[in-house]
């Protein structure tokens, strides 16, 4: 647990810096420092021990320090952020190392052929990558990573927590690697058996790293980006860059599932035009206040990733903006304290056990956030629906419906979890391969009973039409399977397939131009009293293609379960965000309006868009009664009408961000 306050205004501080770069510290002040980010609202910052590249900035007699630091830049940091009453995290890369890599070319990861394994293309002759060596945690790095760990603890044993970064959990052929298999067992020459050993080796180096660290302070909190949420001591922290290859599909999803794990979430953004070690690159300010009003929103807090430069004095334009908009953030903070989501669907994805740690795929690492979860993440918040995202290993009971995307197989724990949900009156929208048996075309729940697969779905493109005589609109994406009434089953709409498939071989040309066949071969979906089932990967098609069509028959399906949903909107773009919470005596309405704009290979939000004249429909649980409906921050009362459980609240103008408080009677 933690022992102080969990900060709601951070700042992640890099100080990554070439070995070459001259001047480090060179004008660093450490209670100028401290200044800038205490009058800039922050409350905890996180600051560098050791870099990416191996690069110490404190005199360290362990590790190594910068070739050319003036000071000690660490130690001021600590010692100027605690007499400024700042919470202090002092971070350490714990996957890469550069100096140490050269100096120790046997720490360093090896391939199956014995080569160093960096992150980047290292055998690049032009070396067009940012060459990055990996360390092995079974190697002596480890003794060298932790007594650099115990010589900051000690030395500064007022700090309050160490942040650990950029682990990696590829395959090693090192030679202590390579006995330690042997030893127990695991084939060498098996990818995934090696995969899976480094992986359990970088999960046990962290869990020694937090039994050194607690046993030289038990109140140190420990955090280790990049390893799964579930296994954090304490809080989770939400790294998303939009422009740094996570766009602005991760955050909605990653924090809906963070929220679920009942430790406090925090939004690292940054404020980077392009990605981390863009050290003179500014965003917008309504791209980062977005970031911030949305975690806001959906139950998290805030941090800003920024870079400070080489000489050590921190970028004034970063600091005027981030206290602008931490300013608001306090002014809201008060209002929010208490405030629990009110979810009615759940979105189950079993990988998002170990999320935000790479996945495993024939190609290569891949993320778990895959295009089903994004789909089903955009369509529901489109949608202005109440949902989280969960993994396998979340209580089912609080969910009306619970949808399986595309690829949920069932094994035994999970449909004997799901089949208990169905008996207590819970609902499942599932669609593509979800809800089959692994390695079956048979359902793997008795609920599926007049469902049955006739076998993988080999049309492409196919098309669905909703409804009788209603013009089918296209699945652009492969997969699925083929849908079969085996008693009465209700259909949801039809499937046609095409004249023949797109991008198949006539015998002298390449179909191009595909439209479907006049009559449908098959049901797009179907249901009974407990489950929907479509055929198609409905939601990878969404998240991959975004078609209105798909998202409004998505939408009729989710209505057949929710006919009356916690929230209904009216006058509120598709891209607007609502997000419902509530607190011991009122409910709280978040209200967002922003859009991305792509320009050129970035994704840019410039300013908040208005919207007039905005109709809520609020369902209440029974019996409640609204005292009075206000706009928190300016303090103006609203108009409102509740007619039994259903409160109708009007919004006048919504200029990008509204926090509406409607309070109950006492």
């Not at 926090?659 to 009677?665: D, E």
Request: overall charge negative; hydrophobic content about 35%; proline content about 7%.
């Amino acid at each position: 647990m933690l022992h102080y306050s969990f900060p709601h205004r951070a700042a992640h501080l890099d100080f990554h810096n070439m070995p070459e770069a001259t001047g480090i510290g060179r004008d660093f002040d450490a209670d100028a420092f401290a200044a800038t980010l205490k009058d800039s609202g922050v409350q905890a910052v996180t600051f560098f021990a050791k870099d990416c590249n191996g690069n110490a900035y404190y005199p360290t007699a362990t590790g190594v320090p910068h070739p050319h630091l003036d000071c000690d830049v660490t130690g001021g940091v600590i010692r100027g952020s605690k007499r400024a009453g700042l919470t202090v995290t002092v971070y350490f890369n714990a996957g890469y190392d550069n100096t140490a890599g050269v100096r120790h070319r046997e720490w360093c990861k090896l391939d199956a052929d014995g080569r160093v394994q960096p992150q980047g293309n290292y055998y690049d002759t032009k070396r067009s990558d940012y060459f990055l060596r990996a360390m092995c945690p079974n190697s002596n790095y480890r003794d060298y990573l932790f007594s650099m760990i115990r010589e900051i603890i000690t030395s500064h044993p007022d700090i309050d927590g160490i942040f650990l970064d950029c682990y990696t959990f590829f395959g090693c052929h090192g030679h202590e690697c390579i006995e330690a298999m042997r030893t127990a067992g695991v084939d060498i020459f098996d990818p995934a058996a090696v995969r899976q050993f480094a992986i359990d080796s970088t999960h046990r180096m962290a869990r020694e790293i937090e039994e050194l660290a607690l046993s030289l302070k038990p109140t140190l909190n420990v955090y280790h980006n990049g390893i799964a949420y579930r296994r954090q001591l304490n809080h989770v922290e939400i790294e998303v860059l939009p422009n740094g290859g996570w766009g602005y599909d991760y955050l909605p999803a990653a924090l809906h599932y963070a929220r679920t794990l009942g430790k406090p979430v925090q939004t690292m953004t940054g404020r980077f035009q392009n990605t981390w070690g863009d050290v003179n690159g500014v965003r917008t300010e309504a791209g980062i206040e977005h970031d911030f009003l949305y975690s806001l929103a959906h139950g998290g807090w805030c941090s800003i990733g920024d870079h400070m430069p080489r000489h050590g004095q921190l970028h004034p334009e970063v600091y005027r903006r981030c206290r602008r908009i931490y300013e608001r953030v306090a002014r809201l903070e008060p209002e929010l304290e208490g405030q629990r989501p009110l979810p009615e669907i759940l979105v189950l994805s079993p990988p998002m056990r170990d999320f935000p740690e790479p996945m495993p795929t024939p190609q290569g690492d891949g993320w778990r956030m895959t295009p089903s979860i994004f789909g089903a993440v955009r369509v529901l918040s489109e949608l202005k629906l109440q949902f989280d995202v969960g993994d396998d290993l979340i209580d089912l009971a609080p969910y009306r419906v619970v949808i399986l995307p595309d690829d949920v197989r069932l094994d035994g724990p999970l449909a004997d979890k799901l089949a208990r949900y169905l008996e207590q009156g819970g609902k499942i929208l599932s669609s593509g391969e979800s809800g089959l048996a692994p390695d079956s075309d048979r359902f793997a729940l008795a609920a599926y009973r007049n469902i049955e697969c006739a076998g993988p779905e080999t049309a492409f493109y196919n098309f669905i039409g909703p409804a009788k005589d209603s013009w089918p609109f296209t699945n652009y994406q492969r997969g699925g399977i083929r849908l079969r009434n085996a008693g009465d089953a209700v259909g949801f709409g039809h499937f046609y397939q095409p004249e023949f498939n797109r991008d198949s071989w006539s015998g002298e040309q390449l179909n191009y131009y595909v439209a479907p066949e006049d009559a449908p071969v098959a049901p797009a979906a179907l249901g009974n009293d407990a489950v929907i089932h479509i055929g198609i990967p409905a939601f990878s098609s969404y998240g991959t293609d975004a078609a209105e069509p798909m998202r409004a028959w998505l939408g009729s399906l989710l209505r057949h379960w929710l006919p009356q949903p916690r929230l209904e909107t009216r006058n509120l773009p598709s891209f607007a965000v609502a997000s419902v919470m509530r607190r011991e005596h009122d409910y709280r309405i978040h209200l967002l309006n922003y859009v991305p704009q792509r320009r050129g290979k970035a994704e840019i939000i410039d300013e908040p868009i208005d919207a007039n004249d905005v109709e809520l429909t609020l369902r209440l649980e029974k019996s409640e009664k609204i005292r009075e409906v206000l706009s928190v921050e300016s303090g103006e009362l609203l108009s409102f009408r509740q007619e039994g459980n259903t409160l109708k609240i009007t919004l006048p103008r919504l200029h990008g961000y509204a926090l509406i408080g409607a309070q109950l009677t006492e």
